[in-house]
């Protein structure tokens, strides 16, 4: 039975497979040419101070720019990430079925005794395993996710081939750390014995806390090119505007998005002195100087508002009840099945899968919240942005182009429960509010 299972599981990953790379070859051109491109009606020079002054009629017009089959591209983009966020829980769900129900994880655990000298290093081997598995058993979904749909929306620049070099170099990186992390999180569950939760906690709020401040140096670059902005005119508009608001920011930087992706980012990355302000080069090339003042504003937001900070404290409240979750519902599920997986206990590596199954329920449906957290501090940074950079335009017309990926006017529960950022008409209605109170142009 179990043989036959085996046999059953290999077929369905090796046809689903087959379907995504099938997906490369014929239906992606289809699907391209079926496709709307994405488009902004222009306008004239001055349009923007012709606009009406009451708000909401300014952000109607605003969103009229957005033709109907934009619209609808840009709907059917995000609403079909809603689904991929349901396929992608379930599919986790089934990687920890798959590893538990035929020993697969303790084998793994028990191979890793026999090659490792001390329980750090086997509990690391152990790590760099499941993160091998758990990316082979995705890699599918990813494939369809991650380059089938985008070359389908025309948002990806990338051929198979770098493509999947870059996923290469991932999996290298995540089975390096995420080794290290899996030891060290075991090693702290072990010693803290009943209060793991607790101290499980602190643990990986500390370790996510030295991925942002050296993610930024080590990491990233491996995938992109960081250099400094050569415009004068953005980069003395940029850094005046950091140094007013005491960012520790000499310089800002480029980096080749472009080299991936046709999307627009920037972003203000680190931890205390280690900031670097970056704009990726999609941003430079389609944006003007007061877009990208306005962007940058909001960016710069996050860092003078703590937002990491507050991140980090508002992450370890989460980890504290998912972990508490955790910890009621594991040892409710050993104890029924833990034998027959052959786990002995929380504290067993082993039984990673079913931690990491068990915190991720907690967490998808806790993804209203989180959600919700997001989205107030990236109102917060908005309004920031807007008194620091006073270009309201500039934010509204940036915020068009984020249309290309991201659902423009989604009801109110909707945005509730699937944004992490605000919507354009909320973003854009809170910008000419500004502008209707300020009295600018």
């Not at 033709?67 to 990430?81: D, K, L």
């Not at 680190?270 to 080069?281: C, E, I, K, Y």
């Not at 907690?362 to 997001?374: E, K, Q």
């Amino acid at each position: 039975m179990k043989s036959c299972l085996h046999r059953l599981g290999c077929f369905a990953l090796l046809s689903l497979t087959l379907w995504a790379c099938t997906g490369l070859v014929h239906a992606s051109p289809d699907a391209a040419k079926s496709t709307p491109v994405f488009s902004i009606k222009q306008v004239e020079p001055g349009w923007q101070h012709s606009l009406p002054r009451e708000a909401e009629a300014a952000t109607q017009a605003y969103l009229d720019r957005l033709p109907p089959e934009t619209v609808a591209r840009s709907n059917a983009y995000f609403e079909g990430g809603y689904w991929l966020q349901l396929w992608n829980f379930l599919l986790g769900l089934v990687v920890a079925g798959l590893m538990l129900r035929g020993r697969a994880s303790a084998r793994v655990r028990d191979w890793a005794h026999r090659v490792g000298r001390k329980a750090f290093a086997r509990d690391a081997i152990y790590g760099a395993v499941y993160m091998l598995a758990v990316w082979g058993l995705t890699l599918p979904l990813t494939i369809y996710q991650s380059f089938v749909r985008e070359h389908a929306y025309g948002m990806a620049t990338q051929t198979l081939g770098p493509w999947f070099g870059e996923q290469l170099i991932g999996l290298a990186v995540s089975m390096l750390l995420g080794g290290v992390v899996i030891a060290t999180l075991y090693a702290v569950i072990r010693r803290a014995g009943e209060r793991w939760w607790l101290w499980g906690t602190l643990t990986a709020t500390g370790l996510l806390a030295l991925m942002l401040l050296l993610g930024p140096v080590l990491i990233e670059p491996l995938f992109n090119t960081y250099k400094p902005v050569e415009n004068g005119a953005i980069r003395t508009a940029v850094l005046t505007m950091a140094h007013a608001n005491s960012v520790p920011a000499d310089n800002i930087y480029e980096f080749d998005a472009s080299r991936q992706t046709t999307r627009v980012s920037a972003n203000v990355a680190g931890l205390f002195g280690s900031a670097a302000v970056r704009l990726n080069d999609n941003l430079l090339r389609r944006s003007s100087e007061a877009e990208i003042r306005a962007v940058m504003g909001h960016e710069l937001g996050h860092y003078v508002l703590n937002h990491v900070l507050k991140s980090l404290a508002e992450i370890t409240l989460l980890l504290l009840a998912g972990f508490l979750f955790t910890q009621w519902a594991m040892n409710k599920v050993l104890a029924r099945h833990g034998g027959r997986w052959g786990l002995a206990g929380v504290s067993d590596v082993a039984s990673l899968p079913l931690l990491v199954a068990l915190l991720s329920v907690f967490m998808f449906i806790g993804t209203p919240l989180i959600n919700s957290m997001s989205r107030s501090a990236e109102m917060e940074a908005d309004y920031f942005g807007l008194n620091l950079a006073r270009e309201p335009h500039g934010m509204s017309e940036v915020l068009l182009k984020l249309a290309e990926y991201r659902k423009p006017d989604p009801g109110p529960l909707e945005e509730i429960i699937f944004f992490d950022h605000p919507s354009a008409r909320t973003r854009i209605l809170a910008a000419m509010r500004w502008r209707e109170a300020m009295g600018t142009p």
